[in-house]
């Protein structure tokens, strides 16, 4: 039984019945999830769009000789991301975008950004 040698033939017939029977199984477990989904599974109900106006955006006024120095270091930063010069970018509108992010989210932020390998 272990002494035996088999030809690349049979190896090659042992491997493909191998992938077969796999390839039915999994085949056979798709049909079957599809079944109890369609005998067990009930659609939830849809609750009614409700409409909610969203608060009013609060613009931080900045100082004119900052501004200038922000649209630098933005047209600096987007320019090393892009790997080109800071004259082939135009900035035409910058707006503030508020952190949307949880509470743990952040945390986990500062927490990895403080901590030292």
Known sequence: MFGETISFG???????LGMGVTFVTLIALSFLLDLLRML????????PVQVV?????????????????LIAVISA?????????THNIIVRNIVRVGDQSPTWNRL???????SRF
């Open 108 to 114: 986990g932020k500062v927490e990895q950004m403080g």
């Open 77 to 85: 930063a987007v320019a090393a991301s892009l790997q080109t010069s």
């Open 10 to 16: 049979e190896g090659l017939i042992v491997t493909g």
């Open 40 to 47: 067990f599974y009930k659609e939830p109900q849809k609750a």
């Open 53 to 69: 106006e969203s608060a009013p955006v609060v613009e931080e006024t900045v100082e004119e000789g900052n501004e200038e120095e």
